[in-house]
């Protein structure tokens, strides 16, 4: 998808918000001969999804226990989240990997008082942030929870307070004007937020199940009082705390929270210790907990592999398709050009600089009309739901194109996803062109 296709261009290419992301990736690609198909665009991104599985139960163990931490690698291991990204050309389950590292030790230096073990923690965490901005939530979250927790409990235990104050003041002074420079140019390119939006989007992927069972784990952890349980708690609060109050103002996507997903696993799991005690053992109440926990992640997955194909629009098979019934002078407009310019020309390597189709999105929505007076037989390659984004006269005039001036030609349809993934195939003949 389009993402993707940008991934590979661009990570030939210097000047972005998340450097350690592109590096990497680039350097990997530079590995082989040729332009690199599917499977080596996204093998990084499986090799950090698999390696995020026991990561997590290392991150974990010493807080929530070998039980509880297995439950986050089990949350991890069954999400269809999990696997979506972890089969994508992109930065996120690096970001993960590095949150989750940076977070393990992080959090032993602030449970032993090491300071060592904590900048470099959080050290790791802010590298997090250059694989994608979105993992800077998370490190913010790592920065002001014990502050949070001794400001609700007045406890201080072992925490090296001096340092995390001049971590806190430093991080903060030397991140700022890169956050700053990632939300305007983030607020330029998406316009407004929404809330709804947002909380709809992480509901679904995140699954309401873990979400609730997160609550639950919460409030065990404040019943009980446990610092280290509480710290859990607070992680987990701030960062969904700020991504919620982003979205209000900028378009803010579940996957800018993808890096909290085993940190909202663990505080689920917190529960776990109240069904396992040595006094009261319950088994039966754990194996429903469990199965409670798991069974969306697992039928989710199953429609993933199935169903849904991945949750991937059938771009590919859509622009091959023209690509077959093209005739001499026929032009094409595709909603995500670089994609077709990887599937149509095997030699291209700069995507951006699209020569076999022309991108149609809301920066280029007159396109279509500047282009008719030629009475050029079109193709239109399109996903119909990504035309909400476009403004409201320029969407109301492409449907209108569409309905009166062409016909359809195949539909690519992926059902059972939580948003449209079909993608369309329009054609417009010459003669219409001509006649408008």
Not at 38 to 52: K, Q
Not at 84 to 95: C, D, I, P
Not at 132 to 153: D, G, Q, Y
Request: proline share 5%; net charge neutral; with cysteine.
């Amino acid at each position: 998808w389009l993402d993707e296709a940008l991934t590979l261009t661009d990570s030939r290419s210097e000047g972005h918000d998340n450097p350690l992301g592109y590096f990497l990736l680039g350097r990997f690609y530079e590995l082989w001969q040729g332009r690199p198909d599917e499977f080596l665009l996204r093998l990084p991104a499986a090799v950090f999804g698999w390696a995020s599985i026991p990561l997590s139960v290392w991150v974990f163990r010493p807080l929530a226990g070998r039980l509880g931490a297995t439950v986050v690698a089990w949350v991890l291991a069954t999400s269809s989240w999990h696997l979506y990204w972890s089969q994508n050309a992109r930065f996120y389950t690096l970001a993960l990997c590095l949150a989750l590292l940076g977070g393990g030790v992080y959090l032993r230096g602030v449970l032993s008082g090491g300071k060592g073990p904590l900048v470099l923690g959080l050290a790791l965490a802010a590298a997090a942030g250059l694989a994608h901005p979105s993992a800077a939530i998370l490190t913010a979250a790592f920065l002001f929870a014990p502050w949070l927790v001794r400001w609700l409990t007045g406890r201080k235990e072992n925490v090296p307070w001096g340092t995390l104050a001049t971590l806190t003041l430093g991080l903060f002074v030397a991140g700022a004007p890169w956050a700053w420079g990632v939300w305007a140019k983030w607020s330029f390119k998406t316009g407004g937020g929404s809330l709804t939006h947002f909380l709809l989007a992480t509901g679904y992927m995140m699954t309401p199940t873990l979400g609730a069972l997160a609550l639950v784990g919460l409030w065990c952890a404040v019943r009980r009082d446990r610092f280290e349980e509480l710290l859990l708690g607070a992680i987990q609060l701030l960062a969904f705390v700020i991504a919620t109050g982003a979205s209000l103002f900028v378009r803010m996507s579940a996957q800018y929270v993808f890096v909290c997903l085993p940190w909202t696993a663990v505080v689920a799991a917190l529960r776990i210790r109240s069904l396992v005690g040595r006094e009261r053992p319950r088994p039966l109440l754990l194996a429903g907990y469990l199965l409670v926990l798991s069974l969306p992640g697992l039928l989710d997955s199953s429609l993933y592999f199935a169903l849904r194909r991945g949750d991937r629009p059938d771009w590919r098979g859509a622009f091959l398709y023209v690509h077959e019934q093209l005739e001499p002078g026929d032009l094409i407009f595709g909603m995500e050009a670089p994609v077709g310019e990887y599937y149509l020309d095997p030699l291209a390597s700069d995507l951006r600089d699209w020569r076999r189709v022309v991108w149609l999105d809301r920066f280029r929505a007159e396109l279509p009309d500047e282009w008719a007076r030629y009475g050029r037989r079109s193709w239109f390659v399109l996903n119909l739901e990504q035309l909400n984004d476009w403004p409201l006269e320029d969407r109301r005039a492409m449907l209108r194109t569409l309905e009166e001036d062409c016909r359809v030609m195949r539909h690519f349809e992926i059902p059972w996803t939580p948003r449209d993934l079909d993608v369309w195939v329009y054609l417009r003949d010459g003669a219409m062109a001509d006649a408008n």
